[in-house]
């Protein structure tokens, strides 16, 4: 059985997956709009995989005897300034949900909740890999700078990139 201060900070991590989700399904439609083929089809899978997130906790939580709170959407940004703008944008939101899941993990431990700490674990792994994807691709934007070539280059090429093995 979950205790409800944890139940709580499960339910605002929730809402944390479900507008990462809706974000990157901005940024992908921005793309899509501007003809960056590759880089939409990045952020829509990137967006896909924010849900699966949501569920994974959302399942959880009722499993434990908790209720899932299925939440309000943010309305998220129309317009990108550029590519570099939107993986920095990528980038500062996934420090900012690490941020929010090592409070999660630190309640558990507080509440000597161990099993949401485990299974916790598992979205601190992934935020290690998206933050580290994130940054990578930013090296990669940043060597291009305005270089057309080289971004239709960086389109095609993201194809290959996957957001997570997960
Ligand atoms: Fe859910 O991993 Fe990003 O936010």
């Known amino acids: 059985m979950l205790i409800s201060e944890i ?11 479900a507008n990462s989700s809706q974000y990157y399904l901005a940024m992908a439609s921005w ?4 003809g960056f083929e590759g880089v939409s089809s990045f952020f829509y899978n990137h967006s896909n995989e924010e ?3 949501m569920l994974k906790l959302i399942k959880y939580v009722n499993e434990r005897g908790g209720h899932a709170i299925v939440p309000e959407l943010k309305k998220p940004p129309k317009v990108f300034d550029c590519l570099a703008h939107v993986f ?36 601190v792994a992934e935020q ?3 933050e580290a994807l994130a940054r990578m691709i930013l090296d990669k934007l940043k060597l291009i700078g ?3 070539g080289g ?16």
């Open 151 to 166: 971004l239709y280059l960086f389109d095609r090429d993201i194809l290959q990139i996957k957001v997570s093995e997960n």
């Open 88 to 123: 920095q944008n990528l980038l500062d939101h996934e420090i900012v949900v690490s941020k929010k899941i090592n409070l999660v993990v630190d309640l558990c431990l507080k509440h000597k909740d161990y099993t949401t700490h485990n299974f916790m674990q598992w979205y």
């Open 51 to 53: 849900r699966e997130h």
């Open 31 to 34: 793309a899509e709009t501007k």
């Open 128 to 130: 290690i890999e998206e």
């Open 146 to 148: 305005d270089d057309k």
């Open 7 to 17: 139940e709580k900070v499960l339910n605002e991590q929730i809402s944390a997956e």
